[in-house]
């Protein structure tokens, strides 16, 4: 039976927030609006957060490689069918009435981009804390650079159209919904009502509780709009917006300290002494953030231009590194950050093969597993196998060393997918010259290598052999595919392979710098070399 009305789909990204992920996925699917489809966005949790969403036949689940929040909501957006969209936190949950209620505004202004609304604020074990809701009924785009008056993204429902315009920000780690919101309200009517939404749930580990990070990045979102400002008004609504930052921001590190100073003398032990000093160092760094600020404001309003670069000429030649967290001997973490939120290097090696999809089709053979044949080549797969070195893999259709696989027959397959495994094996340049031979004509191989990296700490240790360059694969492919389309490409910098070496894992990066690309600095090598057709 179809539901009446227009189709609302609701949005929840998930990043091992299994433990709350119930809550949220029954608010949306107890709507009083019948006509909703609620998809959830996998962001490469490690949690229970499958496990959960198979429980219901009616949601759809997305999984990604985790990219961040903000990738995550432009995931489900691309995902979703329906006239209009609720971008729902997995901790968060919407009122029965939520969808209702918004849409009833959006249908009598049908000019307005969103609606927002009211909500209320809980502990992180639900116990109400307090209500959110501001009255604010024009100038929204005024108000918004005074503050974000919304302060809860679940609380509005966006027209689909508004959407493909002003996608999520992927650089912005938090306040991404604020600087969405002011892109909107710059250009089109918004509308806000004192009407409850849905419930937001606060604690310190979540990223709001950053606040170092939340202060300095609502400054950025908010000097982002200095560009667009139309009038003295307009500007004098940023500045106000950037002092009530700061002040807000010093407020609660001031009232933190003091919980923790209070802790202190009622409960006196170890962890009082490490929550004080933690929010001491917090209220010092964020306070001299602002104080430099300011600093820098007065600097350039009362020094000479012209004494500006011998100002700098003296503070670069006395400027000394700062090694802070990274002045140590020992990694975060010896499993290259499968335990931070995923490798740096499956980053670029998931970018490769999810550039060059269309290649992973037909008969596709994979060395190890076959989880990205899956991933990247989905229905365009018609026979997939599996190489392994040895029988202990059940999943295996071929065992043996890639280098000496005489067993596996010639002119076989479309494409082979070969990541990450060339440095395990001794005889490399017979293992590429295998590849050809098992290759159909004008079929694919798809080839990822190392090139700055730890070495396993774990199975591979004792057979971790080899590193490589783009010059080094650039000939040993010209040797192995001779006459072969060849297209090679390094990946990294200075800064991604510091932080892979360390252990780091990538939502710890921007992708900003995640993408800057220096060929000095190989951190993988990424290859596709296609065996000529005749």
């Known amino acids: 039976m179809q539901k009446k009305g227009p189709l609302v789909s609701v949005i929840i990204p998930c990043f091992n927030q299994g433990e709350y992920l119930l809550d949220s996925i029954l608010s949306a699917r107890g709507q009083t609006w019948e006509n909703v489809e609620v998809i959830v966005v996998d962001d490469g949790s490690t949690d ?110 966006f027209r689909r159209w508004a959407l ?97 100073r209070k802790s202190f003398y009622t409960n006196f032990s170890k962890t009082s002494i490490q929550l004080l000093f933690k929010n001491f160092t917090l209220f010092i760094s964020t306070a001299f953030s602002v104080m430099l600020y300011h600093v820098k404001r007065l600097v350039k309003k009362y020094t000479p231009e012209a004494f500006f670069p011998y100002l700098y000429k003296i503070s670069a030649s006395r400027k000394v590194v700062n090694m802070g967290s990274l002045n140590r001997v020992q990694p975060f973490s010896t ?70 696989a005489p067993h596996i027959p010639s002119d076989l397959f479309d494409c082979i997918i070969l990541t990450q495994t060339l440095h395990l094996i001794y005889d490399f340049k017979g293992a590429l010259e295998t590849c050809f031979r098992i290759l159909k004509p004008g079929g694919a191989l798809l080839l990822t290598v190392p090139g700055i990296s730890q070495i396993d700490y774990g199975e591979w240790e ?5 590193s490589f360059t783009k010059g080094a694969i650039k000939r040993l492919l010209n040797e192995s595919f001779p006459l072969a389309q060849l297209e090679i490409e390094t990946h990294g910098n200075v800064l991604t392979s510091a932080a892979f070496l360390f252990g780091m894992g990538v939502p710890e990066i921007s992708y900003e710098h995640l993408n800057f690309n220096d060929p000095h600095y190989q951190l993988i090598i990424t290859a596709k070399a296609f065996k000529p057709k005749s």
């Open 48 to 157: 229970n957060t499958h496990e959960i969403c198979v429980l219901f036949n009616e949601i759809i689940y997305v999984h990604q490689y985790n990219q961040g929040l903000s990738s995550a909501r432009n995931k489900g957006f691309q995902e979703s069918k329906g006239d209009f969209l609720v971008f729902l936190d997995a901790d968060d949950w919407l009122f029965p009435d939520a969808i209702s209620i918004n849409l009833t505004y959006l249908q009598e202004n049908p000019k307005a981009a969103f609606v927002s609304g009211a909500h209320d604020r809980v502990d992180r074990n639900g116990n109400w804390l307090l209500t959110i809701s501001d009255a604010v009924e024009t100038d929204h785009y005024l108000n918004l650079l005074r503050g974000n008056y919304i302060h809860m993204h679940a609380t509005i429902l």
């Open 164 to 260: 493909p315009l002003y996608p999520y920000d992927v650089d912005l780690l938090v306040c991404e919904d604020y600087d969405l919101c002011l892109r909107i309200a710059r250009n089109y009517d918004v509308i806000h009502h004192s009407k409850k939404i849905a419930v937001y749930r606060t604690y310190d580990s979540s990223m709001s509780g950053n606040i170092p990070l939340m202060h300095k990045t609502i400054g950025q979102v908010l000097r982002n709009q200095l560009k667009f400002l139309r009038n003295q008004e307009e500007h004098n609504a940023l500045q106000t917006g950037i002092r009530e930052t700061q002040k807000r921001y010093i407020i609660q590190l001031t009232s933190r300290l003091m919980e923790s």
């Open 335 to 404: 499993v290259f950050g499968y335990d931070r939120g995923g490798p740096i290097d499956r980053y670029y090696i998931e970018s490769f093969l999810k550039k060059n999809a269309t290649l992973i089709s037909g008969h596709v053979l994979e060395v190890g597993d076959n989880i990205y044949t899956i991933k990247f080549g989905g229905e365009s797969v018609i026979k997939s196998d599996i190489l392994h070195v040895d029988d202990t893999n059940t999943g295996a259709t071929y065992t043996g060393d890639l280098s000496n």
């Open 462 to 466: 004792d057979t971790w052999l080899w």
